[in-house]
């Protein structure tokens, strides 16, 4: 089946896309917990996968960047700007590569944590 002929496309467009990936991590959350349901997750529509991949990778690309220092700093050096007009395949595709040089050894753990603190837990 072609990616755009998935029966349930609405749900990979605004203003539905957020709740699919909200639903998609409540499921996967529940998946991680329960063997069974690890195992019928594999039974999810490829197609839809294939869709809201792009949208996942660029909301939690964007999450890094709103709540990670070293990220947010890694992007400005880079010269990095967003282009909101463009699908989020392609904005994910725009951001630079990060590695070891310019992203691990140039900032402190804390810098690449969550709001530049290391968790007590988790």
């Not at 349930?8 to 203003?15: E, I, M, R, V």
């Not at 220092?69 to 699908?87: K, N, T, V």
């Not at 904005?91 to 968790?119: F, H, N, Q, W």
Request: charge should be positive; charged fraction near 20%.
């Amino acid at each position: 089946m072609h990616p755009g002929s998935w029966p349930a496309s609405a749900l990979l467009q605004p203003p539905f896309v957020g709740a699919t990936l909200r639903a998609a991590d409540i499921a996967r959350r529940a998946a991680l917990d329960s063997y069974p349901l690890f195992v019928r997750s594999g039974a999810a529509p490829p197609d839809l996968l294939a869709a809201l991949s792009p949208r996942a990778g660029w909301r939690a690309a964007d999450h890094a960047r709103r709540r990670v220092p070293a990220y947010r700093a890694f992007l400005a050096h880079q010269g990095w700007s967003d282009a909101p007009w463009l699908p989020a395949a392609e904005r994910l595709a725009r951001m630079p590569v990060t590695d070891k040089a310019s992203y691990i050894r140039a900032y402190s753990t804390e810098e690449r944590c969550l709001d530049g603190r290391i968790p007590l837990r988790g």
